[in-house]
Protein backbone atom coordinates (compact mmCIF):
# COMPACT_ATOMS: atom_id res chain seq x y z
CA UNK A 1 0.00 0.00 0.00
CA UNK A 2 1.21 3.25 -1.09
CA UNK A 3 1.73 6.17 1.48
CA UNK A 4 -0.42 9.27 -0.36
CA UNK A 5 0.45 13.06 0.95
CA UNK A 6 -0.29 16.48 -0.31
CA UNK A 7 2.80 17.54 -2.35
CA UNK A 8 5.41 19.77 -0.72
CA UNK A 9 8.44 21.54 -1.23
CA UNK A 10 10.50 18.88 -0.22
CA UNK A 11 9.22 16.23 -2.84
CA UNK A 12 10.85 18.72 -5.56
CA UNK A 13 13.71 17.03 -6.59
CA UNK A 14 12.20 13.79 -6.37
CA UNK A 15 9.81 14.51 -8.20
CA UNK A 16 11.81 15.84 -10.98
CA UNK A 17 13.73 12.84 -11.52
CA UNK A 18 10.33 11.00 -11.86
CA UNK A 19 9.10 13.26 -14.68
CA UNK A 20 12.87 13.29 -16.10
CA UNK A 21 12.75 9.59 -16.16
CA UNK A 22 9.29 9.15 -17.75
CA UNK A 23 9.17 12.02 -19.85
CA UNK A 24 12.32 13.91 -20.52
CA UNK A 25 11.04 16.63 -22.79
CA UNK A 26 8.39 17.69 -20.21
CA UNK A 27 9.88 20.48 -18.76
CA UNK A 28 7.29 23.15 -18.72
CA UNK A 29 5.06 20.65 -17.26
CA UNK A 30 7.16 20.36 -14.41
CA UNK A 31 7.62 23.58 -14.30
CA UNK A 32 4.00 24.52 -14.09
CA UNK A 33 3.17 22.19 -11.57
CA UNK A 34 6.05 23.46 -9.49
CA UNK A 35 5.48 26.95 -9.66
CA UNK A 36 1.81 26.67 -9.73
CA UNK A 37 0.84 23.89 -6.94
CA UNK A 38 3.09 23.73 -4.60
CA UNK A 39 2.36 27.55 -3.94
CA UNK A 40 -1.34 26.56 -3.96
CA UNK A 41 -0.79 23.67 -1.63
CA UNK A 42 -0.10 26.03 0.90
CA UNK A 43 -2.35 29.17 0.47
CA UNK A 44 -5.09 26.64 0.54
CA UNK A 45 -4.24 25.03 3.45
CA UNK A 46 -4.97 27.90 5.44
CA UNK A 47 -8.47 27.22 5.73
CA UNK A 48 -10.90 24.80 3.40
CA UNK A 49 -13.89 25.91 1.60
CA UNK A 50 -15.17 24.04 -1.71
CA UNK A 51 -16.62 27.25 -3.03
CA UNK A 52 -13.03 28.70 -3.11
CA UNK A 53 -11.05 25.75 -4.27
CA UNK A 54 -9.56 27.40 -7.83
CA UNK A 55 -6.31 25.99 -8.14
CA UNK A 56 -4.78 22.84 -8.87
CA UNK A 57 -3.87 20.22 -5.99
CA UNK A 58 -1.32 18.10 -6.42
CA UNK A 59 -0.68 14.44 -4.67
CA UNK A 60 2.58 12.36 -4.49
CA UNK A 61 2.30 7.91 -3.99
CA UNK A 62 5.79 6.58 -1.77
CA UNK A 63 6.64 3.29 -1.47
CA UNK A 64 7.39 1.44 2.09
CA UNK A 65 11.01 2.77 0.50
CA UNK A 66 10.55 6.33 0.21
CA UNK A 67 10.59 6.07 -3.53
CA UNK A 68 8.08 8.38 -5.32
CA UNK A 69 5.83 6.42 -6.97
CA UNK A 70 3.46 8.44 -8.73
CA UNK A 71 1.55 12.32 -8.80
CA UNK A 72 -1.63 13.07 -9.36
CA UNK A 73 -2.76 16.84 -10.16
CA UNK A 74 -6.42 17.75 -9.61
CA UNK A 75 -8.72 20.61 -10.22
CA UNK A 76 -12.29 22.03 -9.55
CA UNK A 77 -13.72 23.30 -12.85
CA UNK A 78 -14.08 26.99 -13.06
CA UNK A 79 -17.36 28.07 -11.62
CA UNK A 80 -18.45 24.73 -10.22
CA UNK A 81 -16.84 23.33 -7.15
CA UNK A 82 -18.29 19.81 -7.31
CA UNK A 83 -17.15 18.50 -10.75
CA UNK A 84 -13.40 17.58 -10.49
CA UNK A 85 -11.01 16.94 -13.60
CA UNK A 86 -7.95 15.06 -13.46
CA UNK A 87 -5.12 17.17 -14.93
CA UNK A 88 -2.17 15.30 -14.86
CA UNK A 89 -0.87 11.62 -13.56
CA UNK A 90 2.97 10.31 -13.50
CA UNK A 91 3.58 7.06 -13.00
CA UNK A 92 6.97 5.51 -12.64
CA UNK A 93 7.25 1.78 -14.09
CA UNK A 94 5.54 -0.73 -12.47
CA UNK A 95 3.26 1.61 -10.72
CA UNK A 96 0.00 1.16 -12.22
CA UNK A 97 -1.36 -0.33 -8.69
CA UNK A 98 0.25 2.71 -7.11
CA UNK A 99 -1.74 5.00 -9.76
CA UNK A 100 -5.05 3.59 -8.86
CA UNK A 101 -4.29 4.33 -5.50
CA UNK A 102 -4.12 8.04 -6.38
CA UNK A 103 -7.06 8.05 -8.21
CA UNK A 104 -9.12 6.46 -5.70
CA UNK A 105 -7.48 8.45 -3.13
CA UNK A 106 -8.78 11.75 -4.70
CA UNK A 107 -12.63 10.67 -5.17
CA UNK A 108 -12.72 9.35 -1.71
CA UNK A 109 -11.15 12.58 -0.19
CA UNK A 110 -13.29 14.68 -2.33
CA UNK A 111 -16.35 13.15 -2.80
CA UNK A 112 -16.73 12.77 0.94
CA UNK A 113 -16.54 16.80 0.43
CA UNK A 114 -19.49 17.28 -1.87
CA UNK A 115 -17.72 16.65 -5.24
CA UNK A 116 -20.03 14.22 -7.20
CA UNK A 117 -18.59 14.31 -10.75
CA UNK A 118 -14.71 13.33 -11.74
CA UNK A 119 -13.57 13.29 -15.16
CA UNK A 120 -10.47 13.16 -17.16
CA UNK A 121 -9.91 13.77 -20.88
CA UNK A 122 -7.47 11.30 -22.12
CA UNK A 123 -5.51 10.54 -25.53
CA UNK A 124 -7.87 7.88 -27.13
CA UNK A 125 -4.33 5.59 -28.54
CA UNK A 126 -3.29 5.43 -24.30
CA UNK A 127 -5.59 2.60 -24.43
CA UNK A 128 -3.57 1.22 -21.02
CA UNK A 129 -4.38 4.48 -19.24
CA UNK A 130 -7.74 4.24 -20.61
CA UNK A 131 -7.85 0.74 -19.01
CA UNK A 132 -6.76 1.89 -15.79
CA UNK A 133 -9.26 4.55 -15.28
CA UNK A 134 -11.80 2.54 -16.71
CA UNK A 135 -11.44 -1.24 -15.39
CA UNK A 136 -9.38 0.16 -12.29
CA UNK A 137 -11.46 3.03 -11.19
CA UNK A 138 -14.43 2.68 -12.27
CA UNK A 139 -14.51 5.16 -14.72
CA UNK A 140 -16.60 5.26 -17.78
CA UNK A 141 -16.48 6.16 -21.61
CA UNK A 142 -18.43 9.51 -22.36
CA UNK A 143 -17.62 10.90 -24.78
CA UNK A 144 -14.66 12.42 -27.08
CA UNK A 145 -12.93 15.74 -28.03
CA UNK A 146 -10.92 16.46 -30.84
CA UNK A 147 -7.91 19.03 -31.13
CA UNK A 148 -7.45 20.46 -34.60
CA UNK A 149 -4.42 22.67 -35.48
CA UNK A 150 -5.08 25.91 -37.99
CA UNK A 151 -2.84 24.96 -41.02
CA UNK A 152 -3.61 28.07 -43.03
CA UNK A 153 -5.81 31.46 -43.21
CA UNK A 154 -7.23 31.04 -46.16
CA UNK A 155 -10.74 30.64 -44.65
CA UNK A 156 -10.25 34.28 -43.44
CA UNK A 157 -13.47 36.91 -44.52
CA UNK A 158 -12.04 40.09 -44.86
CA UNK A 159 -15.56 41.86 -44.61
CA UNK A 160 -17.21 40.73 -41.86
CA UNK A 161 -19.60 42.71 -39.97
CA UNK A 162 -18.56 42.93 -36.74
CA UNK A 163 -21.65 44.85 -34.94
CA UNK A 164 -23.18 41.81 -33.25
CA UNK A 165 -20.15 40.78 -31.95
CA UNK A 166 -20.25 41.42 -28.21
CA UNK A 167 -17.55 41.20 -25.70
CA UNK A 168 -18.84 38.94 -22.36
CA UNK A 169 -20.13 39.69 -19.69
CA UNK A 170 -20.76 38.20 -16.49
CA UNK A 171 -24.82 38.91 -17.32
CA UNK A 172 -24.32 36.79 -20.31
CA UNK A 173 -23.66 33.43 -18.56
CA UNK A 174 -27.09 32.49 -17.96
CA UNK A 175 -27.40 32.97 -21.53
CA UNK A 176 -24.07 31.15 -22.46
CA UNK A 177 -25.18 28.31 -20.54
CA UNK A 178 -28.29 27.38 -21.77
CA UNK A 179 -27.00 27.90 -25.36
CA UNK A 180 -24.26 25.09 -24.13
CA UNK A 181 -26.73 23.04 -22.64
CA UNK A 182 -29.34 23.22 -24.88
CA UNK A 183 -27.07 21.59 -27.70
CA UNK A 184 -25.53 18.74 -26.11
CA UNK A 185 -26.74 16.02 -27.48
CA UNK A 186 -29.31 14.77 -25.19
CA UNK A 187 -27.85 11.08 -23.75
CA UNK A 188 -24.38 13.48 -22.32
CA UNK A 189 -26.63 16.39 -20.45
CA UNK A 190 -26.90 13.95 -17.19
CA UNK A 191 -22.77 14.35 -17.31
CA UNK A 192 -21.39 16.83 -19.07
CA UNK A 193 -23.79 20.18 -18.47
CA UNK A 194 -22.87 23.09 -17.34
CA UNK A 195 -23.77 25.69 -14.42
CA UNK A 196 -23.65 29.82 -15.50
CA UNK A 197 -21.22 30.07 -13.10
CA UNK A 198 -18.95 28.38 -15.73
CA UNK A 199 -18.88 30.79 -18.04
CA UNK A 200 -18.05 33.46 -15.86
CA UNK A 201 -14.53 35.58 -15.83
CA UNK A 202 -12.95 34.01 -13.15
CA UNK A 203 -10.61 36.33 -10.25
CA UNK A 204 -7.35 36.07 -10.92
CA UNK A 205 -4.74 34.63 -7.99
CA UNK A 206 -1.97 35.89 -9.15
CA UNK A 207 -0.43 31.94 -9.94
CA UNK A 208 -2.43 32.24 -13.62
CA UNK A 209 -0.60 33.39 -16.56
CA UNK A 210 -3.44 32.22 -18.76
CA UNK A 211 -5.32 35.07 -20.98
CA UNK A 212 -8.68 34.61 -21.68
CA UNK A 213 -11.07 36.38 -24.20
CA UNK A 214 -14.59 35.87 -24.59
CA UNK A 215 -16.86 37.50 -27.15
CA UNK A 216 -20.96 36.30 -28.12
CA UNK A 217 -22.66 36.94 -31.27
CA UNK A 218 -26.57 38.26 -31.09
CA UNK A 219 -29.48 38.37 -32.59
CA UNK A 220 -30.01 41.95 -33.62
CA UNK A 221 -33.75 41.15 -33.15
CA UNK A 222 -34.33 39.30 -29.88
CA UNK A 223 -30.95 39.84 -28.39
CA UNK A 224 -30.39 35.90 -28.35
CA UNK A 225 -26.96 34.57 -28.18
CA UNK A 226 -26.20 32.58 -31.65
CA UNK A 227 -22.38 31.67 -30.45
CA UNK A 228 -20.23 32.01 -27.56
CA UNK A 229 -16.61 32.28 -28.57
CA UNK A 230 -13.81 32.02 -26.31
CA UNK A 231 -9.69 32.64 -26.45
CA UNK A 232 -7.09 31.36 -24.72
CA UNK A 233 -3.24 31.83 -24.28
CA UNK A 234 -0.85 30.98 -22.11
CA UNK A 235 2.48 32.73 -23.87
CA UNK A 236 0.48 35.06 -26.71
CA UNK A 237 2.14 32.18 -29.34
CA UNK A 238 -0.54 29.25 -29.37
CA UNK A 239 -4.30 30.13 -28.94
CA UNK A 240 -6.70 28.21 -28.62
CA UNK A 241 -10.41 28.37 -29.71
CA UNK A 242 -13.79 27.01 -28.42
CA UNK A 243 -16.94 28.07 -30.11
CA UNK A 244 -20.05 26.95 -29.11
CA UNK A 245 -22.60 27.16 -32.30
CA UNK A 246 -25.93 25.50 -32.79
CA UNK A 247 -26.28 23.37 -36.24
CA UNK A 248 -29.18 25.91 -37.45
CA UNK A 249 -26.34 29.04 -37.16
CA UNK A 250 -23.24 26.71 -38.86
CA UNK A 251 -23.55 29.02 -41.92
CA UNK A 252 -22.26 32.05 -39.50
CA UNK A 253 -19.06 29.65 -38.59
CA UNK A 254 -16.86 31.31 -41.07
CA UNK A 255 -17.58 34.63 -40.08
CA UNK A 256 -17.62 34.05 -36.95
CA UNK A 257 -13.93 32.00 -36.59
CA UNK A 258 -12.98 35.28 -38.99
CA UNK A 259 -14.21 37.27 -35.99
CA UNK A 260 -12.00 35.44 -33.98
CA UNK A 261 -8.66 34.91 -35.74
CA UNK A 262 -8.49 39.44 -36.82
CA UNK A 263 -8.82 39.68 -32.68
CA UNK A 264 -5.94 37.09 -32.00
CA UNK A 265 -4.02 39.06 -34.85
CA UNK A 266 -4.32 42.31 -33.12
CA UNK A 267 -2.80 40.69 -30.78
CA UNK A 268 0.12 38.66 -32.21
CA UNK A 269 0.22 38.25 -36.14
CA UNK A 270 2.62 35.06 -35.85
CA UNK A 271 0.34 33.00 -33.46
CA UNK A 272 -0.75 29.71 -33.83
CA UNK A 273 -4.14 28.54 -33.36
CA UNK A 274 -6.00 25.41 -32.03
CA UNK A 275 -9.27 24.91 -32.42
CA UNK A 276 -11.42 22.43 -29.84
CA UNK A 277 -14.20 20.25 -31.11
CA UNK A 278 -16.26 18.80 -28.75
CA UNK A 279 -18.13 15.61 -30.30
CA UNK A 280 -21.10 16.19 -28.06
CA UNK A 281 -22.48 19.35 -28.92
CA UNK A 282 -25.07 19.04 -31.92
CA UNK A 283 -22.46 20.85 -34.18
CA UNK A 284 -19.63 18.30 -33.61
CA UNK A 285 -20.12 16.73 -37.37
CA UNK A 286 -20.36 19.80 -38.97
CA UNK A 287 -17.26 21.40 -37.56
CA UNK A 288 -15.44 17.81 -38.48
CA UNK A 289 -16.52 18.44 -41.65
CA UNK A 290 -15.26 21.91 -42.38
CA UNK A 291 -12.06 21.68 -40.71
CA UNK A 292 -11.69 18.86 -43.36
CA UNK A 293 -12.32 20.92 -46.08
CA UNK A 294 -10.25 23.24 -44.89
CA UNK A 295 -7.33 21.12 -44.67
CA UNK A 296 -7.09 22.13 -40.87
CA UNK A 297 -4.55 19.18 -38.69
CA UNK A 298 -5.81 16.59 -36.44
CA UNK A 299 -3.78 16.88 -33.83
CA UNK A 300 -5.10 14.92 -30.73
CA UNK A 301 -8.67 12.98 -30.23
CA UNK A 302 -9.31 12.57 -26.50
CA UNK A 303 -11.71 10.29 -24.71
CA UNK A 304 -13.77 12.20 -21.91
CA UNK A 305 -13.87 9.62 -19.25
CA UNK A 306 -16.39 10.37 -16.08
CA UNK A 307 -17.48 9.05 -12.62
CA UNK A 308 -20.53 9.97 -11.19
CA UNK A 309 -19.43 9.66 -7.31
CA UNK A 310 -22.82 8.03 -6.72
CA UNK A 311 -22.55 5.78 -9.72
CA UNK A 312 -19.18 3.71 -9.48
CA UNK A 313 -18.52 0.58 -12.09
CA UNK A 314 -15.78 -1.57 -10.05
CA UNK A 315 -13.86 -3.67 -12.27
CA UNK A 316 -10.36 -6.42 -11.60
CA UNK A 317 -7.76 -3.55 -12.84
CA UNK A 318 -5.24 -5.68 -15.18
CA UNK A 319 -1.73 -5.56 -14.74
CA UNK A 320 0.45 -3.20 -16.30
CA UNK A 321 4.67 -2.34 -16.50
CA UNK A 322 4.69 0.57 -18.88
CA UNK A 323 5.23 4.27 -17.01
CA UNK A 324 2.58 6.20 -17.74
CA UNK A 325 2.56 10.41 -18.50
CA UNK A 326 -0.91 12.41 -18.97
CA UNK A 327 -1.36 16.10 -18.85
CA UNK A 328 -4.94 16.40 -20.17
CA UNK A 329 -6.85 19.55 -21.51
CA UNK A 330 -10.07 21.71 -20.27
CA UNK A 331 -12.90 20.37 -20.94
Same mark, same amino acid.
Given at each position: ?12 ? /? ?54 ? @? ?6 ? =? ?32 G? %? @? ?20 ? @? ?14 ? =?V???I ?5 ? /?????? =? ?22 S ?11 ? @? ?6 F ?7 T ?5 S ?39 R ?5 L???? %? ?7 L ?33 ? =? ?10
Amino acid at each position: MAKIKKISFSDVI /NIKKLISVVCSDNIMNYRRLFFVSVPATYLQNLFYNVHLRRLPETYVAFDNNKNLK @GLISVKAQ =NGNPYKWQIKRLFLDKNSHEEGKQLIEYIIAKFGA %R @GVDTFYVSVNDNQTELIDLFIK @GCGFRFCSTEVLWAVS =NVNFLISDIDEK /NFKPFK =NSDAIKAADLFNENLITHYKYSLSKEKEEFNDKLSF @GFNSELDFKYILEDETNKKIKSFIEIKTFDNLNYFLDIIIPPHYFDLYPQILSFAVKKIIKRNKNFKLYIKN %RKYLQAGELLDNYFKENRFELLQNNAILVRDFFKSIREESKSY =NNAVVFSGFEV
